[in-house]
């Protein structure tokens, strides 16, 4: 079992950056994929950004591209969102989450994902 621990959230006015962090309770092995997804009231989990713990691989949704940051530590097992010029649309609860099998096609999927973070909450509001 990986437990997920986000932190980082908060509420931040329209252009300003937060950054976003996930600790895994666990030694998460190269072969791991960590994603974040957000969601926003009445909406669906979107994907945001993913990255290979072994690196050589981050993807990121249109949406977030030249703005937000995926990055890794290894040796802390934590990975970080780093987003800048926010808007009111990013506003949403924002999940971790981490899978050892997944297979790159299927990062954009919610469901592929065996671990999940509880999540913290990202409000852009002036």
């Known amino acids: 079992q990986v437990q997920l621990v986000e932190s980082g959230g908060g509420l931040v006015q329209p252009g300003g950056s937060l950054r976003l962090s996930c600790a895994a309770s666990?030694?998460?092995?190269?072969?791991?994929?960590m994603a974040w997804f957000r969601q926003a009231p009445g909406k669906e989990r979107e994907f945001v950004a993913a990255?290979?713990?072994?690196?050589?691989?981050?993807n990121y949704a249109d949406s977030v591209k030249g703005r937000f940051t995926m990055s890794r530590e290894n040796g802390k097992n934590t990975v970080y969102l780093q987003m800048n010029s926010l808007q009111p649309e990013d506003t949403a609860v924002y999940y971790c989450?981490?899978?050892?099998?997944?297979?790159?096609?299927?990062?954009?999927?919610?469901?592929?994902?065996?671990?999940w973070g509880q999540g913290t909450q990202v409000t852009v509001s002036s």
């Open positions: 989450a981490a899978d050892g099998t997944i297979i790159l096609s299927s990062i954009w999927t919610p469901e592929q994902y065996d671990f």
């Open positions: 666990a030694r998460t092995s190269s072969r791991f994929v």
């Open positions: 990255l290979r713990f072994s690196g050589g691989y981050t």
